[in-house]
């Protein structure tokens, strides 16, 4: 049984012996969204789910946009983190590339479809934004950390820096993501393979007349 | 003065001696949704904007989200068109390649931004995928076009197909187009100059060791 507590520093999601309110409010926030959307789901469902009432989201969150924006974030984070570790084992670069699309277009999917959406909804709105440019910032980082590795343990050439190719590889990412929840059954995965044969192009391990 | 017809064959638009009220209204759409957004604009007032009455945007295009979807298509090509327009006397491949990626981003990006949402919008409803699969293939088949024009004009070199820079681009772009609104002045430019490099690096003029 889960114990229904509120604390008298809220704010900081402190609670004795188990995860926090704003921890459990997020996690059911993120299960909740990705299955039904964001108008499909309501505060008062989500502090439902996690045990609290509807008062601890505006609490610790601010708003249900908010929250939403918090919990995409949290989502494409461990996407991100999941299609690394699936694809540490490549045999190729070719391999490498391909596997990471088709596991952010498939089962990492709707995280990342739910970032896209809090990127839209983050327009104009300051608070949002930062939580964006946070999340990004820390895409970046860990798709450069994680090339640069795979880089050495495989002695893999690319014609251009891990930092580029990660920051463009997220951007055209966000757009298959894009593309493909709109065109659903319709999507063409010529398109995706585009992606691939780009991001493989770059990434070519064979000798570049200027290297 | 505008003259407000309302003809017995509506539904193909047509209207004696002027643009039809489905153009007036779609043309309104486009107008009053890029400097207001979704939300804050109603059926009303681009009804109003066209002369026009409310239930003939119901007549026309079935829902507000429809004609959302519809004025977005074609505001997107019309940047894509424009984009081309003004980058045809580019010098290289590398002045070509920022040229595009810069009035995408810059002139071209409400449109481009329109579109993103309107992807978002349509996820899950039939009918509004169908135009944008068709707005999508349109973009991909005037990019090639103009594409392959500008290799036989200029005698640059690819290292893949037109077909799959093209699309491989407009997923870069639709993906930039996205953190840029959502990140406004926290937008980092390198990530448009990444997505630039990688493009250069695929079209760039230099000898490929496999060609």
């Known amino acids: 049984m889960k114990l229904k ?25 993120i299960e909740l969204f990705m299955a039904k959307g964001y108008d499909g789901v309501s505060v008062a469902e989500i502090a439902r789910s996690a045990d609290a009432f509807p008062n601890q989201v505006t609490h610790h969150f601010g708003s249900k946009e908010a929250l ?34 088709s596991y952010l277009l498939g089962p990492g999917s709707p995280a990342v479809m739910m970032f896209a959406e809090a990127m839209l909804m983050a327009r104009r709105k300051a608070d949002l934004q930062e939580i964006i440019r946070e999340t990004v910032a820390e895409l970046h980082v860990a798709g450069e950390a994680a090339m640069v590795d795979t880089l050495m343990r495989t002695g893999w050439r690319v014609r251009t ?24 059954e319709r999507f063409e995965y010529s398109t995706a393979e585009a992606v691939a044969l780009m991001m493989i192009n770059l990434k070519g391990n064979f000798s570049d007349p200027r290297g």
Chains 1, 2 share one sequence.
Do not use: C, M, Y
Request: cysteine-free.
């Open 68 to 101: 939403f924006v918090e919990a995409a974030s949290r989502a494409v984070l461990r996407s991100a983190k999941q299609a690394e570790l699936r694809t540490r084992d490549s045999k190729s670069n070719e391999d490498h590339t391909r596997k990471l699309i």
């Open 161 to 184: 820096t891990p930092d580029i190719i990660t920051r463009g590889f997220w951007s055209a990412i966000f757009g298959l993501a894009l593309e493909k929840a709109a065109l659903g």
């Open 5 to 29: 507590v509120v604390t008298s520093d809220g704010k900081t999601g402190a609670r004795t012996g188990g995860p926090s309110t704003r921890h459990l409010l997020r996690e059911a926030a």
